[in-house]
């Protein structure tokens, strides 16, 4: 009998099976086969799954596709897996899982533990995901922190689909707002030793500054204070740059994010380094032009509106001609297979000309996928909260862990599409009660764990329950809703959308919730998990272990810790 992790092409096997044995018997014409495509019902009164084949079937065997429906029915082998398949209008062949089947699944969780609902779709494969890679001139903010928890979680729903994945920060050490950093921490550093000087007019004003250039002071001391007139010494800008890294490291690792790499803008311009092996890619494809002083790729000889500047008239790169080397390096040297970054909106103007550059370089436009997530706009008693990381006024997102909590942020970042500007109401991410999915989900996980230690207590175990008693509606459903996050996992990878976790989650939680009520409801006490009859009992605890297992695994997935208490 198949699991959760095959059961849709199981059963698309089977409908392609009837449908050749239709035309075998003479019941449809030999017509080609086209795949099964079984989809999920929007009601779940129509079954677990959907064939849409003899819609797609009809015009080809020229019948209405009712017919089509009920002639490939008819022939649908029997499976212990599921009932017998119904035929609904227009055309549509429902299928309902057996209660053998879903009872199965219990066992199935259970064996499976932590790798629970895992899938296939990116076994062999190498994927990047690059995320937050905030300009280190200042704290995380807020905004940041929702590019933290998108491409997090993006990477762990890949990893459970199978790739193998690299977590990656783009440190933007070079560059001019590094220059304007640098510039900034110099005034800052001065100050504190007696001088009247200004922070520059582009400079970073923020307090944050001032407590960078005392950790200089205390660490260095007046080493770095130069004659008055005198450039800036270099060192201290590359060392305000490795405090700050640090204190983003820190903050990030709090946020529960961990990286495989911190990537330095700087290196890609090491002697014979990347950037110019990329752009000597680009001048053997004859895609770069000396114009005005300057160096452009000629990029509107590949479909862009224009050509785009990669190296100054004063002989400095451009961003752009940074974002290509880069890129170079993951397709051509790294070999990834799927390269996703993770960006915020106002860079939506940048993703085509990456996406052309990238073909220009030997890498695989299709295989680089840029999510733009939108701003926070955080909100506390119905009043908004500014954010404005030049001016000073941001909130850290220290600041919101302290007032949150890393799991609370994390769900609400996680819950809207990155696509869609967000309201993150601070009262409601405290609140102890079902009003908050955050506590919602949590809580019951919490409740499942108590259930489990309840019954130790009492001296019973999830050991040698007999799923098979496992047949009220609400077990039954349970069971279903736990078997979704096999379908979640492969959607998130394949369609980048992150969003479907949290949502799933308030699913299950709630179909827990329902089955831990049932009782209540029917005023029926036999139907707690805990009765006088302890085989019962321990069949209910064996569906509340994989119950936890599969709750704990997509808190896992979005980066949240699973409580036991709460």
């Not at 921490?185 to 001088?195: D, E, H, S, T």
């Not at 696509?419 to 009003?435: C, H, I, P, R, V």
Request: with cysteine; net charge negative; glycine share 8%.
């Amino acid at each position: 009998m198949p699991d959760t992790r095959n059961i849709r092409a199981y059963l698309e096997d089977l409908v392609e099976a009837g449908a050749r044995a239709a035309v075998g018997a003479g019941d449809l014409p030999d017509v080609a086969i086209p795949g099964a495509a079984l989809e999920r019902p929007k009601d779940p009164a129509n079954g677990d799954f959907a064939s849409t084949l003899p819609l797609r079937l009809a015009r080809a065997a020229m019948k209405p596709p009712i017919e089509v429906a009920r002639a490939i029915a008819q022939h649908i082998p029997a499976d212990p897996a599921i009932e017998v398949p119904s035929v609904a209008p227009p055309g549509f062949i429902n299928f309902r899982l057996s209660a053998g089947f879903l009872q199965a699944q219990v066992e199935h969780i259970i064996e499976t533990g932590p790798a629970f609902a895992n899938v296939t779709i990116g076994s062999g494969k190498k994927a990047q995901v690059e995320f937050v890679s905030a300009n280190p001139t200042g704290p995380l903010h807020v905004g940041n922190g929702r590019g933290a928890a998108i491409g997090d979680a993006l990477a762990s729903a890949l990893q459970a689909a199978g790739y193998d994945v690299e977590r990656e920060y783009y440190v933007n050490d070079a560059g001019t707002q590094t220059d304007y950093f640098a510039e900034t921490l110099y005034a800052r550093y001065q100050q504190l030793m007696g001088r009247d000087v200004d922070i520059p007019k582009d400079g970073y004003p923020g307090e944050y500054m001032i407590d960078l250039a005392r950790m200089v002071k205390d660490e260095a001391g007046d080493r770095f204070l130069l004659p008055e007139g005198e450039p800036m010494p270099a060192a201290l800008g590359a060392l305000g740059i490795e405090l700050m890294v640090r204190n983003i490291r820190a903050t990030l690792e709090r946020f529960g994010v961990r990286y495989d790499r911190w990537y330095s803008e700087k290196s890609l311009y090491d002697p014979e380094g990347t950037y110019n092996t990329a752009i000597e890619v680009l001048r053997e494809k004859g895609m770069l032009a000396d114009r005005e002083g300057a160096l452009w790729f000629t990029s509107s000889e590949l479909g862009e509106d224009k050509d785009n500047v990669v190296v100054r008239s004063d002989g400095r790169p451009t961003y752009y001609a940074s974002d290509i080397a880069y890129h170079w390096d993951k397709f051509v040297r790294r070999g990834f297979d799927l390269v996703i970054d993770v960006w915020g909106a106002d860079h939506h103007g940048h993703v085509s000309r990456l996406k052309t550059a990238t073909g220009a370089i030997g890498g695989d436009p299709n295989a680089l996928h840029v999510l733009l997530y939108q701003l926070v706009f955080l909100n506390r008693g119905g009043e908004a909260v500014k954010i404005a990381k030049r001016s000073g006024e941001f909130v850290k997102l220290d600041d919101l862990m302290d007032d949150v909590g890393a799991d609370a942020a994390r769900f609400f970042f996680l819950l809207r599409s990155p696509g869609a500007q967000m309201d993150f109401d601070l009262d409601l991410a405290k609140k102890q009660s079902a009003d908050n999915p955050v506590f919602y989900v949590q809580y019951a996980h919490a409740r499942l764990c108590s259930i489990l230690e309840r019954a130790g207590e009492q001296g019973l175990t999830p050991e040698g329950g007999d799923v098979a008693k496992l047949t009220h509606p609400s077990e039954l459903a349970l069971i279903r809703e736990m078997m979704r996050l096999t379908d979640v996992i492969e959607l998130v990878a394949t369609s980048l959308e992150p969003q479907q976790l949290p949502h799933y989650a308030m699913s299950l939680a709630n179909a827990f919730h329902a089955f831990n009520d049932a009782f209540k409801q029917a005023n029926d006490p036999s139907l707690k998990v805990i009765t006088d009859d302890a085989a019962m009992s321990r069949a209910r605890l064996r569906l509340v272990l994989a119950a936890r297992i599969a709750l704990a695994r997509v808190l896992d997935l979005m980066g949240m810790t699973a409580p036991e208490r709460m």
